[in-house]
């Protein structure tokens, strides 16, 4: 198991999230209201934007919600919102990017820096850990039977990088600029994303073993659990059998 977004499904099974509907939504909203704000509001011509609704829906967040982040991203109420992408080292040398949008970036980074160290982590410059990270375009597909060559065949017509089958699903990775292309695509089969976003992939792993991963697993809940943060990425490595071994702090 490696990567950002299979970090946020197992979690999800093991039960360690207990994510509420509103602050997902917010975090959504949020991403909505920016990409508005610097590309316009019209989703043909704002890949941001478009990538951003479509996340949304996939979601199930209101399209009242969807309509009202777009005016309040086009307007000047989120005038003082601003994006700040945070590098860290976490437990057993792992490397993260945490993405967040703040209207106090003192009291954010106060928090984030607070919540490495309690978790074994640090905050570092910026640049030393992004240059081994790469910006991807990420969609997940519940697994059916029947559908995963399918899938794989689509997703690499339309110029996809990777395709991972994992336990309960699949994820497609790509170049940001053809996560639309690829969902299109995908969509003749019936089949909708269970997820969409932007994430960073980074070109080398570290493997971590059982005391990290659980320090290294309750420094990613308790930044998701931040409202600020929008994106959590990281380079870890571990084995599923060492991971169903973890007892998550609750």
């Known amino acids: 198991m490696a990567g950002h977004s299979k970090f946020k499904n197992i979690m999800f099974r093991k039960g360690a999230q207990d994510k509420k509907r509103a602050k997902i939504f917010a975090k959504l909203g949020r991403e909505i209201q920016i990409a508005s704000k610097h590309g316009g509001v019209d989703p043909d011509s704002n890949h941001r934007l478009r990538t951003a609704i479509d996340a949304a829906k996939a979601a199930n967040v209101p399209k009242d919600n969807i309509e009202r982040a777009i005016k309040k991203g086009s307007s000047n109420e989120n005038d003082n919102l601003e994006e700040i992408k945070y590098e860290g080292f976490g437990p057993g040398g792992t490397a993260l990017i945490v993405e967040t949008m703040t209207d106090n970036k003192n009291r954010t980074i106060s ?4 919540i490495f160290s309690k978790n074994g982590g640090s905050i570092t410059e910026n640049g030393s850990v992004s240059h081994s990270f790469s910006r991807k375009g990420e969609l997940v ?13 689509y997703a690499v017509e339309s110029g996809a990088d990777d395709v991972i089958n994992e336990e309960q699903n699949y994820i497609v990775y790509c170049d940001p600029d053809k996560i639309i292309n690829i969902k299109e695509k995908i969509s003749k089969l019936s089949i909708l994303p269970i997820s969409v976003s932007l994430t ?4 080398s792993k570290v493997k971590i073993n059982k005391e990290d991963g659980k320090k290294l ?3 990613i809940n ?3 659990d931040n409202e600020d943060v929008q994106n959590i990425s990281s380079n870890y490595d ?9 007892e998550f702090d609750r």
């Open 111 to 114: 928090e984030i820096r607070q």
């Open 141 to 153: 597909y519940k697994a059916k039977s029947g559908l995963e060559d399918k899938i794989f065949d």
């Open 200 to 203: 960073w992939i980074s070109s």
């Open 217 to 219: 697993f309750n420094l």
């Open 222 to 224: 308790q930044l998701e």
């Open 238 to 246: 571990i084995s599923k059998e060492v991971f169903d071994t973890i």
